[in-house]
């Protein structure tokens, strides 16, 4: 399984955003609502190998953060709006502790930021997005549980970075230019279809 | 300069559709949007080198072409409502015949589809991002003036397809997976960024 870890430095972690305003209510969840297109939608269906977590860490219920799951999600739709209202959904949940809980197929829910995850992440190999970091072409892939994290628009704070430092995620580039998220998403899950294309 | 040509087969030439249902009444032209941002946005930025066409074949004033230089384009947001707005507020112009007209700076539309496209590229080389076609990786791209054609959710018919091939457009794909037209063009400008800082 593939795993993408997006961090929202001040996304808000309650449903209060206004749907007709996300970039201007919400912290910039659109950016991690993006990301999530990006890491589980393709043409016509589900990365099904794929689970996608977005770290929440703005407004009054932060840290949350919600987990969805390719494999068995239903009712992904692509654009912002729709998961918009997915999310919303999700965050109107009454708090349930530090563990990942379940609010209905394929989306669940913890009151805590990157350590749920990081708890959540069992065996997978940790990598980084980062600008100016060795490329990701070239560089050796765990290609069968690989976990990346991923930053938003503001990319990450000094405690985050530490963080991953100290877990060991390896910084990954994805080329010369700086992106948005979602399209280092794009980039890294067409390097990884490749590699087990490649390999068969 | 390179371009994008994002074709609609049936995303609304008429402005008449609702912000917050895009995907049920526009004809799908949340896809295109999406695509608009993959093209012409980058990490706080515009890509100044880039020219963005949107081929509207749906609904009551279709066919019409929307162009969108970033060389000159001001105000793009990447979240799918702010560009909603923009190309709305471009649809409610009144009709100005098939060649481009300059609506407000870097955006101008034409009464015209893939034909007004097509007069509109003068000496870019054209390419076709198509599933099962050869691997961009692995072939010679005009990386100065390349003109990528991308289709929706739907693909391309057999027309534009025909007139694709009769103007010399070269198959590319973009890997294993069959994947978003944003996701593609995310993927083959990442593979142009790649070459242009390889050739300095």
Do not use: W
Not at 46 to 60: C, E, F, K, S
Not at 111 to 130: C, K, Q, W
Not at 155 to 178: I, Q
């Amino acid at each position: 399984m593939r795993r993408f870890i997006v961090i929202g430095q001040r996304a808000a972690a309650s449903g209060d955003f206004l749907l007709h305003d996300l970039p201007g209510t919400s912290g910039r969840l659109d950016v991690l609502l993006r990301c999530l297109r990006a890491a589980l939608l393709v043409s016509h269906g589900v990365r099904r190998d794929t689970t996608a977590y977005l770290v929440l860490l703005g407004g009054t219920r932060a840290p949350r953060a919600l987990r969805v799951e390719g494999s068995i999600a239903e009712y992904l739709r692509p654009d912002e709006r729709s998961l918009a209202n997915l999310v919303r959904k999700a965050l109107a949940t009454a708090p349930s502790g530090p563990e990942f809980a379940a609010i209905r197929h394929g989306l669940a829910i913890a009151d805590g930021g990157l350590d749920s995850v990081l708890a959540d992440l069992r065996h997978a190999t940790p990598y980084v997005l980062e600008e100016g970091a060795a490329d990701v072409r070239e560089q050796p892939l765990d290609t069968a549980a690989p976990a990346f994290f991923v930053g938003d628009d503001l990319g990450f704070d000094e405690v985050t970075r530490n963080r991953l430092r100290g877990v060991g995620a390896k910084p990954l580039s994805v080329g010369p230019m700086s992106l948005h998220a979602e399209d280092a998403i794009a980039i890294v899950s067409n390097e990884v279809d490749r590699r087990r294309a490649a390999t068969g």
